[in-house]
């Protein structure tokens, strides 16, 4: 059984769905995660902000003409009356659904229910055109086996466990539909794995069920070396090792989820990025191989904010980095980048909720001072320890542009540098002049 998902671009018109159906409709079994059709969720974090924000009657506007936009899918979508009736069924149930919410009490419980909408529409509305093409196939909902825990991560064993059972109830079946993105906490109520999250859900429903494969399949022919809606030229990776695939989404290569390289990698499912455009494209396969010394692409992370910790006792005194990390652990944020001198540490964060009463208690034993819009530029490939210029020709083609920080031999994979946002463009360009 193969996984494959299918980004927002990918359902984003009648006509691509149309495409979609075909191209999967090839009778190898595989789960098809989709996403929402493009566009829909930031409709719907707009939706759930004007009713945060009290603005009922705006909300009420823009819930009206996202109705009027699937109705305008509908209508194109089906051929036959008959089906068409069960689209526009599907779509006032939805949004009765929407409007109810957005009427309500409004909490994170109800803003979470609001977006995960999307994935329920294109979902339905998908099934219902397998259905009219009679392509046999079986709508899984997601809620019933997705789950997070308290952490905000997937709960591993119930997923595999209810996956199985949620399968199980269709023997000879070989094609099922699921919604990527939304899943349920622990609380029971509707959830989300964040921003770009049904590539998450692909890969942790991949590791779940063992798939053969995961193929993310999006508007772009693969992994590319650079970021293409920065740079020009860029080119596609052929492969890449999990470890490096890893750095890169995490390290803001758009084209996958921050996290959602590790359930694969644990399961050591190999993942295929290819593009619904291009079906033919090679794409880029990721897998536990390593191609070894080699510099293979650069990605950056906005939205950093810097801690300059210093304290006047630090010379000799084994403790205060515990004493550091413990109020980043206890405050549950996630440090990406460190450096540290004799009687300093530098951080980076890109969660700063608890910014505030972290500052607090560091203040309590050392100075500190924070720096907001950066930019962490990161490299990728296997810089072997032995092999030696990869630190000149990343910080020659820098030569120009001011760093914050540098990381270098915390993984034989990175080499991160800390510029200003306003730089990042500049950066990326001029390493992709002087690396590729
Ligand atoms: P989907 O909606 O299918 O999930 P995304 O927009 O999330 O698609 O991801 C695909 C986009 O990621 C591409 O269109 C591209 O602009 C962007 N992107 C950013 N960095 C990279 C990269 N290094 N390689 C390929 N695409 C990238
Ligand atoms: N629809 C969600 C989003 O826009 C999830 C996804 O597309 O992966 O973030
Ligand atoms: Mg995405």
Sequence with gaps: MKILKFGGTSVGSAERMRALAGLINDGAP???????????TNALVEIAGAVCAGERVKAEGLIGALEEKYSAVAAELYGRGETLAGGKELLASRFAELRALAA?????????AVLAQGELLSTGL???LLEEGKIDSVLLPALAFMRIDADGEPAMAYIEAEAGKELAKHPGKELFITQGYI???????IDNLKRGGSDYTATILGAAIRAEEIQIWTDIDGMHNNDPRVVEGTSPIAELSFDEAA?????GAKILHPTCILPAQLRNVPVRLLNTMQPAARGTLITERTAGDQIKAVAAKDGITAIKIKS????????FLRAVFGIFERYKTPIDMITTSEVAVSLTIDDTKNLDAIVRELKGFCSVEVDYGLTIVCVVGSFTAEKEGYALKIFEAMKNIPIRMISYGGSENNVSVLVKTERKSEALLALNKGLF
């Design 247 to 251: 750095e890169l989404a995490y390290f």
């Design 312 to 319: 006047g006792r630090m010379l000799l005194a084994y403790g």
């Design 104 to 112: 309500g009490p409004f909490t994170g419980k109800e803003e979470r």
């Design 30 to 40: 595989k789960i098809v995660v989709l996403s929402a059709m493009a566009g829909t």
């Design 183 to 189: 899943c349920r906490n622990p609380a029971g109520e």
């Design 126 to 128: 998908f099934q219902l």
